[in-house]
């Protein structure tokens, strides 16, 4: 089972609106094996990264990654972004 790309449209909207920075990038979609852990069911989960760069007050950009980790049904379960 794959994950959607409804389901990457609606993540992708998502991250959009807490990253705005984000917009235009296209995510590369990993899938991810199961996790054994009371949080997560046993089924894939699927890594989901984003690339762009960020804009500082003095003008200057840096790079940004936002990763995200959905489930098969677009269902966001952990974000985490790099600075």
């Known amino acids: ?37 009371k949080s997560f069911s046993n089924e894939a989960t699927y890594v989901i990264t984003y690339q762009g760069s960020a804009k500082l007050a003095e003008g200057k950009s840096i790079p940004r990654h936002v990763r995200v980790i959905a489930d098969g049904q677009g269902n966001i379960l952990r974000i985490s972004t790099s600075r």
């Open 1 to 37: 089972m794959s994950i959607d790309k409804k389901n990457i449209l609606n993540i992708t909207s998502q991250v959009i609106k807490r990253f705005p920075e984000m917009n235009g990038c296209t995510p590369q979609v990993q899938t991810q094996k199961p996790v054994q852990a």
